[in-house]
């Protein structure tokens, strides 16, 4: 009867043991999982929440570049126009033809996007929802360049200063375009629409002279009507 009970009573120990040791190791994973994922009351900001400046689509690396010598591909050779859009482009041990294939994709989406709709290329330069078109344009696809032409007249939905007075277009068919000219002093000189546009509308705005700020909404961009 004794070895029986001690028998049991060295079971049952082992068993609070075992027990003990799972619940540790499970509120070990709670905290851990608590870490990981924060509730979405915490207080802590999400940096992907935190608005970002736009960055120069066109802009080069501000670190060490590979010099001009040595832009060389494994394979084959770069042609003049190849290396003069890799000059100060590609960083330190990067491979130059990784680079010069981001500026031949982006006269790809360039050159696709205008079969089907020039004004949608046109848009996407001004913008930079292309990056890196302007550069990859004028070395890499000059065909393209009336795309980048009728970009840089026009300017992207926003508050540019000053612009050059006279009717422009804005490059979508969104009902929700509003626009306003503004002077020096912030009164309202023009605005717009004056009617609410239809689905398929043209929206255009005419930019008085005198016009400090262009300020605009739903519009994506603006081109010379």
Known sequence: MYRR????????????T?????????????????KAKPPASSSVPDPADTPQPPADPNAKPTGPVVPDAK???KTGSFTAEEK????GR???????????????????????TAKRDKDAATGAVI???????????NLLCPEQKPILAAAEKGFAEGAPQSPAPGTYRALT????????AKGKDGAILASGPETAPKAGDKITATIPAGTA???????YAWIPA
């Open 127 to 137: 913008t930079g929802e292309i990056a890196g078109a302007k550069d990859a344009i």
């Open 90 to 112: 590609v960083p330190e041990k990067m491979d130059p033809a990784a680079v010069l294939q981001s500026g031949q994709e982006a006269c790809q989406r360039v050159e696709r």
């Open 71 to 73: 832009l060389t591909p």
């Open 213 to 219: 700020e262009f300020t605009s909404s739903g519009c």
């Open 173 to 180: 068919q969104a009902t929700t375009c509003t626009w306003a």
């Open 5 to 16: 009970s001690a028998a049991a009573a060295v079971l049952l120990a082992a068993a609070l």
């Open 84 to 87: 003069k859009y890799l000059s």
């Open 18 to 34: 075992l027990t003990a040791c799972s619940s540790g190791g499970d509120e070990a994973d709670s905290g851990a999982e608590a």
